[in-house]
């Protein structure tokens, strides 16, 4: 008899597919204030976060503490001002109505807030492109165009640690451990590489799945890999139509 396929052990929910939750700060959001309202912090420090790759800064308000994704040349000491009334300067947040068209913004509400969705990874910025009555377009690194309320609050300037993917790993380890911070599976081991007893995609003469990859939503636990509930696989193939014209 075979073990557990690796599918099945994962949803099991055992401590090894866990995310830790050692380390981790509370989530990082702007603090709520009114629409109309402006606040000052200062930045107390700069601290790194498990399994996430921006740096965070950790600041100071009169009443409580909250961290937000550190942008590019925020220091430690400095002020961060929080509201319509505050400086155009890089790292204050301000609603989008009251920043100037063209200027690089980050960590962006979806509505007002929301404490920031859009580009909070390492390096990211999105442009504020223009505004209009309905609203204010924004350009994101994609190329895409989305349309948000004026009220919503971006943060001046681009999310600082861009470059972090550059440096190579050089040790299984290292990146081991980075995985392991985010909960996620590494090694990864291909179904076909194992045993038929280990996988449905295991075994046989040659290294393939030798059946569909294509699976049913309600297949059991031990089938259930590959593709499930695909509505189509491989490359798309454009359907060319042929038109005769015929001369009069």
């Known amino acids: 008899m075979g073990k557990r396929i690796l599918v099945q052990r994962r949803g099991r929910g ?17 603090p709520f204030i009114l629409s109309d309202e402006t606040r000052v912090g200062m930045v107390a420090d700069i601290i790194h976060e498990r399994g996430r790759g921006a740096p965070l800064a950790k600041v100071k308000l009169l ?3 909250i961290f937000v994704p550190a942008v590019t040349g925020i220091t430690k000491g400095r002020q961060v001002s929080f509201g319509p009334a505050s400086p155009v300067l890089e790292g204050n947040v301000l ?4 920043i100037r068209e063209g200027s690089t ?3 962006i509400e979806l509505s007002f807030g929301d404490g920031g969705k859009i580009a909070r990874s390492p390096g990211t910025s999105a ?3 223009s505004k209009t009555p309905k609203g204010s377009i924004v350009r994101l690194r994609s190329g895409k165009s989305v349309l948000l309320k004026g009220n919503c ?24 451990h980075l995985m392991r911070a985010r909960g996620q ?64």
């Open 14 to 30: 055992g401590s090894q597919y866990r995310s830790p939750t050692k380390g981790k700060i509370s989530p990082t959001k702007y």
């Open 63 to 65: 009443d409580k503490t």
């Open 95 to 98: 609603p989008l109505d009251s």
């Open 105 to 107: 913004i980050c960590n």
């Open 127 to 129: 442009l504020l492109f």
């Open 153 to 176: 609050r971006a943060t001046l300037g681009s999310i600082s640690g861009a470059g972090r993917g550059e440096k190579p790993f050089l040790r299984a380890g290292a990146k081991l």
């Open 185 to 248: 599976l590494y090694p990864r081991v291909r179904g076909v590489a194992m045993t038929s007893v280990y996988h449905p995609f295991g075994g046989g003469r040659h290294q393939s799945p030798h059946k569909p990859t294509t699976t049913s939503r309600n297949a059991p636990p031990g089938r259930k890999v590959g593709h499930v509930a695909a509505r189509q696989t491989g490359r798309g193939r454009r359907k060319r139509i042929s038109r005769t014209y015929i001369e009069k």
